[in-house]
């Protein structure tokens, strides 16, 4: 199934596309939101129950906002340099462990929301990426074998960054990546059951029309599993925390000569079977 948030900023509301259907139904009195809570308190057995139960009510969705699909995370986990190509395009020799840095819960919009150009900004790039939400708090899983079994769904995420800061400016990358709309997410959270192997997606990303970046999941330095496994053998990972796990090649400070946004472009991207995202580009005021 697929778990979205309709609704004007600040006002979404729960709705569910069940699996194999294109009609949205609403889950408002059923559950809150989906947030920490919704995970940790069996949430997703309750939405399939509801589902099966065929008593929800269906949504027009017809030019209504979609939101973003997670709200409130503890954590969004991120992970650099995890793909081969991306690797190489930068002249960086393949980690021989992952490299994780933070990104604040605060920088995700909605799939259509405005990304905002930060003040003194002349790097912002972009990075489509996989994201994992987990399901259940895990802490130091035994093997990666086990991992999948942690993980409540996938979603398609832009990890914009501003170069500048990330690389230039001293101290780690977190400031680089934790600027005001910095994480858009969606259009919606796709349950596992609907994803039968995250290491075989095609993800693509387009700015104006011109596609940038265009490989498959299968490139991971470290995949799903791993990450997983590995990240939960330093920090307890909770139930509706984010993980983005790595952007491939084609990004722009990785172009010849380098290409960063600007006010008024268009930021296309998607994930096979997760959907897409489409996303102008404003100055801050």
């Not at 939101?33 to 308190?41: K, M, R, T, V, Y």
């Not at 972009?126 to 409540?152: F, M």
């Not at 095609?202 to 496994?229: P, R």
């Not at 990004?251 to 959907?275: M, R, S, Y």
Request: hydrophobic content about 35%.
């Amino acid at each position: 199934m697929k778990l979205l948030r309709v609704g004007p900023k600040g006002e979404e509301q729960p709705a569910v596309i069940p699996q194999g259907e294109t009609d949205a139904y609403d889950l408002l009195g059923l559950i809150s939101d989906f947030d920490p809570e919704f995970f940790a308190s069996s949430g997703l057995e309750r939405v399939s129950k509801a589902i099966k139960g065929g008593k929800l009510s269906k949504i027009d969705l017809t030019n209504k906002r979609i939101g973003a699909p997670l709200v409130n995370p503890q954590k969004i986990i991120c992970i650099g340099l995890n793909y081969r190509e991306h690797a190489r395009e930068g002249n960086m020799e393949i980690p021989k462990e992952p490299i994780i840095f933070m990104k604040a819960p605060n920088t995700i919009i909605g799939p259509t929301d405005e990304i905002i150009i930060p003040r003194l900004s002349l790097k912002t790039d972009w990075e489509v990426e996989l994201c994992v939400v987990i399901g259940k708090q895990a802490k130091y899983i035994k093997s990666p074998q086990e991992a999948l079994n942690y993980v409540a769904g996938y979603a398609v995420s832009n990890d914009v960054s501003e170069r500048e800061f990330q690389l230039e400016r001293g101290g780690q990358w977190d400031k680089g990546k934790s600027c005001e709309t910095f994480n858009p997410l969606g259009p919606w959270l796709v349950t596992t059951d609907e994803v039968s192997d995250p290491q075989k997606l095609a993800l693509w990303l387009k700015v104006n029309g011109n596609k940038e970046q265009s490989s498959n999941t299968s490139d991971m330095i470290f995949d799903v599993a791993y990450l997983i496994w590995y990240t939960s053998q330093f920090m307890v990972l909770d139930p509706g925390d984010m993980i983005n796990t790595g952007t491939p090649q084609g990004v722009g400070n990785g172009k010849k000569p380098q290409q960063f946004l600007q006010q008024g472009d268009i930021v296309e991207l998607g994930i096979t079977g997760l959907g897409e995202q489409k996303l102008r580009v404003v100055g801050s005021t």
